[in-house]
């Protein structure tokens, strides 16, 4: 393992591990209001000091991790189920389900990632609870976020499909739905391991853009993307240099990630 | 490129954009909120005034006949009128699309231009250390938001294109430098690595020629890619652009402007990705 995997696995742990214990390291909700101490500056009570409605910097990034943390990889998870099932079953069965298929990810992938997220986002309630935006901003990705991962999956399943073993599959007397399910798709296991690891970054930058044009986790609530709201106000970064923090910690956590994946993609 | 795809792509590709037209019709028809029109709360306004402005917008409830009549009003340029900006949607693209194709155009040169010059240098000089510095750049860029690169360069007061041009170069660099890796390490290449050639000459005509065809579909993918850029860094960093556009229609709900914006961005791409088939095929050269 090479000193930069090293660095990134350390420093994926120790944000993992800090996002996990935020309650015991952070007491303080991340909702809570201290009133008298709005836009406080970083004191042992506040490391990272309060916003402008006196709530914990340090909670509300410690928290806010863990929302994003969590649900990055349960869109990716659904973005990729959603793409093995349609790319094995267009790969699998071929004719007019595959040009099926074919049509709808060009459809969907005919417009940019941005602009699709946008529109759908915006066509869904905005005025909704604060766990109701989490899981519709993280729905939304995982179910647009399919069609690219289906057509890796698609050709992957074309390839497996005209393979050596699968034809000693039919051959030891395997019909019907076993055959995908039992052995095209376990080897499609390393496919959907790749899409699935590429995803996760994709959509935790997803998130921070949506979030920051106010169309993603709403308030209270804290998210990485609604954190670094914050950076707006140019003179508020000059006072406050420690509202970078949520910047910092999602620079670090995806450089890492695509420091591990790329290290993955070498030993492929 | 064999000729059977390539037509049928031609064939499908009007039945896509129009059905992208049409669902975005409809996912906007049935948007929560899109019935509510903010004049309604004008307490001056007597019922007929309010069961007038609900007249205004009866044609847009069937989003079936909707997008026949719009379809329709295409074909003679008229696009409808945008319902939050009070302006013929037609006057608006007219105005806001040079800007957005300034902003992307100077971003995808420089991005490309860059990304590409990243993903040669270390093959033309071997040995500086050059592919982990640019890997460590673009890695580094990559993980940076859109809107937060959007938000350096406004409190920075730096060129919008570059920002864009920033976004974009290490997804293209990230490809480029899969492409030249992919094809340097070709036979071809080390037979004449092998026999002497000087590493420009390899460069140029060993590994740039076999790795055209790749970086020619990614030209018609960067263009999605541009545009999807554009979005945050419109909106911002306030340049009035397409993308600045398509977040106020989808704030909004202003379907003849989220109609328009879903076929114009879905002609584009399509046109672009289409483009670079053709090339490929012209070149005879897609592996």
């Known amino acids: 393992m090479s000193l930069a995997q090293r660095i990134a ?30 836009q406080a500056p970083p004191s042992k009570a506040h490391p990272l000091g309060t916003d402008e409605l006196g709530r914990d910097r340090l909670s509300r990034l410690l928290h806010g991790t863990q929302v994003s943390l969590l649900l990055a990889p349960a869109a990716a998870f659904l973005a990729t189920l959603l793409a093995a099932l349609a790319g094995t079953l267009a790969g699998w069965r071929g004719g007019w389900l595959d040009h099926a298929l074919e049509s709808v990810c060009d459809l969907t992938m005919s417009l940019p990632w941005m602009f699709l997220l946008l529109t759908v986002r ?107 709201k914050e950076m707006e106000s140019l003179p508020a970064i000059g006072r406050n240099p420690w509202i970078l923090a949520p910047a910092v910690v999602l620079l670090m956590t995806l450089a890492s990630l695509y420091v591990l994946m790329g290290a993955k993609e070498e030993e492929a | ?151 350096i360069f406004l409190h920075g007061n730096w060129p919008r294109e570059a920002a864009a041009a920033v976004v974009l170069f290490p997804r293209l660099h990230n490809y480029c430098s899969r492409t030249i890796d992919h094809v340097q390490a070709l036979p071809h290449v080390l037979l004449a690595r092998a026999k002497g050639a000087r590493p420009v000459s390899v460069l140029l005509r060993h590994i740039l020629a076999p790795a055209l065809p790749q970086l020619i579909a990614l030209a018609g993918v960067s263009l999605s890619m541009a545009l999807g850029v554009c979005i945050p860094l419109e909106v911002l960093c306030d340049v009035p652009g397409i993308g600045q556009l398509a977040w106020q229609s989808a704030m909004g709900r202003d379907l003849p402007v989220l109609v328009s914006l879903t076929l114009l961005t879905a002609a584009v791409t399509m046109t672009a990705n289409l483009a670079a088939d053709l090339t490929l095929f012209a070149l005879g050269k897609r592996t």
């Open chain 2, 1 to 151: 490129m064999t000729i059977a795809p390539l037509v049928r792509r031609v064939v499908s590709l009007p039945l896509l954009w129009l059905l992208a037209g049409f669902l975005g019709t409809t996912l906007i028809r049935f948007a929560p909120g899109f019935a509510v029109d903010e004049r309604e709360l004008d307490a001056r306004l007597t019922a007929d005034s309010v069961a007038s402005i609900r007249q205004e917008r009866a044609h847009q409830t069937n989003p079936v006949a909707y997008y026949l009549s719009f379809t329709g009003g295409l074909l003679s340029g008229d696009l409808g009128v945008s319902r939050t900006l009070g302006r013929p949607v037609r006057e608006l693209l007219r105005d806001r699309i040079p800007v957005t194709a300034r902003l992307a155009g100077w971003g995808l040169l420089g991005a490309w231009g860059v990304a590409l010059a990243a993903a040669l240098a270390p093959v033309a000089w071997p040995g500086y250390g050059l592919r982990t510095v640019t890997s460590l750049a673009g890695g580094l860029i990559l993980s940076i938001p859109a809107a937060v690169v959007a938000l």
């Open chain 1, 122 to 228: 915006a066509a869904l309630p905005l005025d909704v609870a604060p766990m109701t935006s989490v899981a519709i901003t993280f729905f939304l990705l995982g179910a647009l976020g399919w069609a690219g991962p289906a057509r890796v999956v698609r050709a992957g399943a074309r390839a497996l499909r005209d393979s050596d073993y699968m034809l000693m599959a039919r051959a030891q007397g395997y019909r019907g739905w076993r055959l995908p399910v039992w052995h095209l798709l376990p080897g499609l296991r390393p496919v959907l391991t790749a899409q699935f690891w590429t995803s996760v970054p994709l959509f935790i930058l997803a998130e921070a853009n949506l979030s920051l044009l106010g169309l993603g986790v709403v308030e209270p609530m804290p998210s990485w993307g609604g954190l670094l």
């Open chain 1, 9 to 38: 696995w350390l420093l994926i742990a120790v944000i993992v591990t800090a996002a996990a214990l935020a309650s015991w390291i952070v007491p303080a909700s991340y909702d809570r209001q201290f009133r008298d101490e709005i």
